[in-house]
């Protein structure tokens, strides 16, 4: 016999033996044959049963996950000599690798000819897709060095249990006692990310701040809340005797979508959730279009398809969210008095939310004049000037409409023939009084 891609010999016992075992395990298994030459000459072990335990050991403390149940070793008298014989099947929770490395091309290993050599980053995730389905967070993370304090002490906080059997039931820790995709997604190594940004006016040309939030996502969706509650202000106004304090975002509407944007985006998609502030309006982009089969309708109506269901569990659990499919529902009630109301833009590959601010449109606003048509805001502009000045020039108005001399000499014009402003003085004195009813 030949070495080949399901065949090697090694004459005695060494620690690279277990390179072989995982390379057999992550492609189409095969057998190993300690006290051969690679020629195929019977050399023998010395010590045969003192080997079988040492092999015996290395696979079950060297290799993750556990192999052992697709590995045999046995002994082999040939030519009068004995030799250890390590039979290995092509595993079902590809790929192994080696704990010390981790599930990384050092780590994971497959056969090419009769070599056992480092698998390709792209060969490590088309085994982990074969063998963990096509849900993301059941998915073996990549990371299986994580580390979960965040996460505990916001269970702690929440008076939740949080320990090794609760991380099973959660699907953090799959069958093989491996660490899952949600497990990473939840730990302090998260490698997605939340970016937010603030900018000056309604366009994205000037900003004022910007942040990047990392860790344990339970973390990240806390410190956003906290970013954007910042820049949620309130604006007071009277009714009659009574004041009423009105923010310029809702903020169940803000924490329905911060929590749809983080539990039900895509993780297959190396990308950051994206939230911008502008004074008119904040935006909310995450990675992921509609489930597929779910349309905008269905999900106007409450329908609730999850993407991420271990996700959403979790957020469920801590009371995060309280019912599945009732977010958008939420969102629309705290806009079900405002004229303007939320907007919802879906592609392929990515989901946006648009929340508009509510006291925006106050603050711009004028109070009507009976006297004006709705379709004059320049009028309206220009006699809201009279709510601090007795009289007005023309430079005023100038400055108020941010215009021309001349379109403000034609506004004026326009104004006096309509009877809202009255003429004091001539010439560069001349000032206007706005028309008592």
Excluded: W
């Amino acid at each position: 016999m030949r070495e080949s891609k399901t065949v090697e010999y090694k004459r005695e016992y060494i620690d690279d033996i277990k390179y072989t075992v995982i390379a057999f395990a992550n492609t189409d298994g095969g057998k190993l044959y300690i006290g051969m030459e690679d020629d195929g000459q019977v050399y023998g072990v010395p010590d045969p049963d003192g080997i079988m335990l040492r092999v015996t050991n290395m696979i079950r403390d060297a290799i993750r996950p556990d192999v052992t149940m697709f590995t045999e070793v046995y002994l082999l008298e040939m030519e009068d000599k004995p030799v250890v014989a390590v039979n290995v099947q092509r595993g079902t929770a590809r790929p192994y690798y080696l704990a010390a490395k981790g599930v990384r091309p050092e780590g994971v290993y497959v056969r090419q000819g009769s070599s056992s050599v480092p698998a390709s980053e792209t060969a490590i995730l088309n085994m982990i897709r074969e063998t963990s389905g096509d849900r993301y967070e059941d998915a073996r993370s990549l990371n299986q060095q994580l580390t979960f304090d965040e996460t505990a002490a916001y269970f702690a906080r929440r008076e939740v249990p949080f320990g090794e059997k609760q991380m099973r039931t959660l699907n953090m820790v799959s069958e093989d006692g491996t660490y899952t995709n949600l497990a990473m997604l939840l730990s302090d190594q998260c490698v997605h990310t939340i970016k937010l940004a603030v900018f000056d006016g309604s366009k994205k040309t000037v900003f004022r701040d910007r942040r990047e939030l990392t860790g344990s996502l339970l973390r990240q969706v806390e410190e956003a809340f906290s970013y954007i509650d910042q820049y949620n202000r309130t604006r007071a106004e009277f009714n009659g005797l009574v004041r009423v304090d009105n923010r310029d975002y809702p903020t169940e509407a803000l924490r329905e979508v911060l929590l749809n944007a983080v539990v039900h985006r895509d993780y297959a998609i190396s990308s950051p959730t994206l939230i911008s502030i502008f004074d008119d309006r904040v935006e909310f982009v995450s990675i992921g279009g509609l489930v597929r089969g779910i349309s905008y309708e269905d999900i106007m109506l409450g329908v609730s398809v999850l993407r991420n269901q271990h996700l959403a569990n979790v957020f469920y659990r801590l009371k995060l969210i309280e019912a599945y499919g009732t977010g958008m529902l939420k969102i629309n009630e705290c806009y079900a008095d405002r004229m303007e109301k939320p907007r919802i833009e879906v592609t392929a590959n990515a989901f946006k939310i648009t929340l508009p601010n509510q006291n925006a449109a106050a603050e711009n606003s004028v109070p009507e004049d009976p006297r004006i048509p709705s379709a004059m805001p320049k009028q309206q502009i220009v006699l809201r000037l009279f709510d601090t000045h007795e009289s007005i020039s023309r430079k005023d108005v100038e400055a108020a409409l941010n215009t021309s001399q001349a379109s403000a000499v034609l506004l004026i014009r326009k104004m006096l023939e309509d009877g809202l402003l009255i003429r004091v003085g001539s010439g560069k004195n001349a000032r206007y009084r706005k028309l008592r009813m």
